[in-house]
């Protein structure tokens, strides 16, 4: 079993910028990528981002060039920086991991969860 805990979630005005941090304990050795989703109200929840063991990032178009996905594997911790924040950001924000797969990876991939952090934007 694996334990994510998030971390860093908040309100924060639009424009503005945060970063949300994942840590995960337990059996870590089997994660093969770690990533964010997110839900909004009303919605379905929707990945937004991953990063693999070997640090490659992969980002949804609605995300691309404000957020930034790193890794410290040392710390078994994910981070997840949000800049440019818009009120369409507002969610609650999960941290998943997803074991080391064959062939490529999938959303439904991710079968570890966090309990979720909100994030509000004001306008």
């Known amino acids: 079993q694996v334990q994510l805990v998030e971390s860093g979630g908040g309100l924060v005005q639009a424009g503005g910028s945060l970063r949300l941090s994942c840590a995960a304990s337990?059996?870590?050795?089997?994660?093969?990528?770690m990533g964010w989703f997110r839900q909004a109200p009303g919605k379905v929840r929707k990945g937004i981002s991953y990063?693999?063991?070997?640090?490659?990032?992969y980002y949804v178009d609605s995300v691309k060039g404000r957020f930034t996905i790193a890794s410290d594997n040392a710390k078994n911790t994910v981070y997840l920086a949000m800049n440019s924040l818009n009120p369409e950001d507002t969610a609650v924000y999960y941290c998943?991991?997803?074991?080391?797969?064959?062939?490529?990876?999938?959303?439904?991939?991710?079968?570890?969860w966090g309990q979720g952090t909100q994030v509000t934007v004001s306008s």
């Open positions: 990063i693999t063991n070997g640090g490659k990032a």
């Open positions: 337990g059996r870590t050795l089997g994660i093969g990528t």
């Open positions: 998943a991991a997803a074991a080391v797969v064959a062939g490529s990876l999938s959303w439904a991939d991710f079968r570890s």
